[in-house]
Antibody, heavy 119, light 112 residues
Framework: EVQLVESGGGLVQPGRSLRLSCTAS????????MNWVRQAPGKGLEWVGF??????????EYAASVKGRFTISRDDSKSIAYLQMNSLKIEDTAVYYCTGGAEYYFDYWGQGTLVTVSS | QSVLTQPPSVSAAPGQKVTISCSGS????????VSWYQQLPGTAPKLLIYDNNKRPSGIPDRFSGSKSGTSATLGITGLQTGDEADYYC?????????????FGGGTQLTVL
């Protein structure tokens, strides 16, 4: 059974940093791109970014709204993807989902972790 | 304002059919595959359709997808109360120097 479990969410002040983790099981983690998608309270889905598999260079792409502030990385030996979030803004408040699959569609989803940016 | 345009809400009676539209442009839907997601209340989204019209294993054939030009459509037949959810379309967009994924604003389905 495929499982993605996010962790690391919580309350953080504007301007501070937070790192989310996504622990995967039940599929060949290293073969898949890993994406992060967020959903602000009561709003729709917003793509954050992805990291390609090592076979495709392990490169990353980001949404304009987070580029330069957020960094996605992966540790294939541990089947974990990370989302490092720096210079957090109030508008970054959202449930953050880790997803796996292709670069442009999302087969597997975690349960999400809530990040609240507030003073 | 979402790059892809969906109706905010649709409704239909149990057993009936409903369609949800997703409109984009040549930089996204017109030249890329479309996927569809179902988000039941309080849960994570689930993939329903990928590559315009393919269903992952376990998704019933009551759900179908199609694409024509710069628009895509999700169809649901034999509506059930359990289908009440928000539905999102998504695709790749190549309008910027680096491509990115875009979603529609979501459509809330009510089964009357």
């Amino acid at each position: 059974e495929v499982q993605l479990v996010e962790s690391g969410g919580g309350l953080v002040q504007p301007g501070r940093s937070l790192r989310l983790s996504c622990t995967a099981s039940g599929f060949t983690f290293g073969d898949d791109a890993m994406n992060w998608v967020r959903q602000a309270p009561g709003k729709g889905l917003e793509w954050v970014g992805f990291i390609r598999s090592k076979a495709y260079g392990g490169t990353t792409e980001y949404a304009a709204s987070v580029k330069g502030r957020f960094t996605i990385s992966r540790d294939d030996s541990k089947s974990i993807a990370y989302l490092q979030m720096n210079s957090l803004k109030i508008e970054d408040t959202a449930v953050y989902y880790c997803t796996g699959g292709a670069e442009y569609y999302f087969d597997y989803w975690g349960q999400g972790t809530l990040v609240t940016v507030s003073s | 304002q979402s790059v892809l345009t969906q109706p905010p809400s649709v409704s239909a009676a149990p057993g009936q059919k409903v369609t949800i539209s997703c409109s984009g442009s040549s930089s996204n839907i017109g030249n890329n595959y479309v996927s569809w997601y179902q988000q039941l209340p309080g849960t994570a989204p689930k993939l329903l359709i990928y590559d315009n019209n393919k269903r992952p294993s376990g998704i019933p054939d009551r759900f179908s997808g199609s694409k024509s030009g710069t628009s895509a459509t999700l169809g649901i037949t034999g509506l059930q109360t359990g289908d009440e959810a928000d539905y999102y379309c998504g695709t790749w967009d190549s309008s910027l120097s680096a491509g990115h994924v875009v979603f529609g604003g979501g459509t809330q389905l009510t089964v009357l």
